[in-house]
C-alpha cells in the first residue's frame, strides 16, 4: 500500500534554530513529491515539486531534498513567520491524485 | 502558480438541509478539479477527483450522491453536500491541475461549513 509518513508530528524551535522536517514514502513509481505549507484556517500553499533523487529546491529559508525513500525540508534561522503546518504529498505511477502525510506542525518561537 | 477561490468562506446551515460550495480557478484553465476535506488537526483526505466535462471519480467511503460533484467549465467546479448533517462538518478544500502545470496541485483557501 502506498504510504507517506511525516516526522515528528510537531516541532518547537527558538528563532533561528535551524532544523528539518522529513517525509518518508512507500509508493510504487514515484511521479512527483510535493511539499505544501498550511496555516490554520486556510487551503494549503504550494512551496515545491521534487521529481527524481538527488534533486534540491530552494525559497528563502526553506531547502527540499530528495532520496529514493525520502524527503527532507530543511528550514535555516527561521523566524516566527514561518511558523505552520508543513505537509507532503505524493504522486504515484498512473494517478492523478496525491497521497498526504499527516503534517509536521512547525512553530518558531521569538 | 493557480489562483483558487472559494465560495463561500464560511457557512452554517440546518441540519438536512443542501450547501453548494463553488471553487474557482481565476488564472488557469484546470483540467482537473479534487475536493478534499479536512478535520481539525488532521491532514487533507480526497473525496473526488473530476476531469472537465466528465463524471467525478470519488474515494473508497465517499457517498457519491450525498456530495455532489461537477465540473461543468475549465474554471469552476462545485460541490453541494446534500442532506447536511453535523458529522458532515468540516473545511472543504478544493485543488486544480493541469498537464500544462505538470500536474502540480494548487489549493483554494477553503470553505468551514458548520451543519447545526
Known amino acids: 500500500e502506498d504510504q507517506v509518513t511525516q516526522s515528528p508530528e510537531a516541532l518547537r524551535l527558538q528563532e533561528g534554530e535551524s532544523s528539518s522536517l522529513n517525509c518518508s514514502y512507500t509508493?510504487?513509481?514515484?511521479?512527483?513529491l510535493f511539499w505544501y505549507r498550511q496555516d490554520p484556517g486556510k487551503g494549503p500553499e504550494f512551496l515545491f515539486t521534487?521529481?527524481?533523487a538527488g534533486e534540491e529546491k530552494e525559497k528563502e529559508r526553506l531547502k527540499a531534498t530528495l532520496t529514493k525513500k525520502e524527503s527532507f525540508l530543511h528550514i535555516t534561522a527561521p523566524k516566527p513567520e514561518d511558523s505552520a503546518t508543513y505537509l507532503c504529498?505524493?504522486?504515484?505511477?498512473?494517478?492523478?491524485?496525491?497521497?498526504f502525510g499527516q503534517g509536521t506542525r512547525l512553530t518558531i518561537n521569538p | 502558480g493557480a489562483v483558487v477561490s472559494q465560495h463561500p468562506s464560511r457557512v452554517i446551515c440546518k441540519s438536512g438541509t443542501s450547501v453548494k460550495i463553488e471553487c474557482r480557478s481565476l488564472d488557469f484553465q484546470a483540467t482537473t478539479m479534487f475536493w478534499y476535506r479536512q478535520f481539525p488537526k488532521q491532514s487533507l483526505m480526497l473525496m473526488a477527483t473530476s476531469n472537465e466535462g466528465s463524471k467525478a471519480t470519488y474515494e473508497q467511503g465517499v457517498e457519491k450522491d450525498k456530495f455532489l460533484i461537477n465540473h461543468a467549465s475549465l474554471t469552476l467546479s462545485t460541490l453541494t453536500v446534500t442532506s447536511a448533517h453535523p458529522e458532515d462538518s468540516s473545511f472543504y478544500i478544493c485543488?486544480?491541475?493541469?498537464?500544462?502545470?505538470?500536474?502540480?496541485?494548487?489549493f483554494g483557501p477553503g470553505t468551514r461549513l458548520t451543519v447545526l
Open positions: 504529498a505524493v504522486r504515484f505511477q498512473g494517478a492523478q491524485k496525491l497521497v
Open positions: 485543488s486544480v491541475s493541469s498537464l500544462i502545470s505538470n500536474n502540480e496541485q494548487f
Open positions: 509508493v510504487s513509481g514515484l511521479r512527483g
Open positions: 521534487l521529481y527524481s
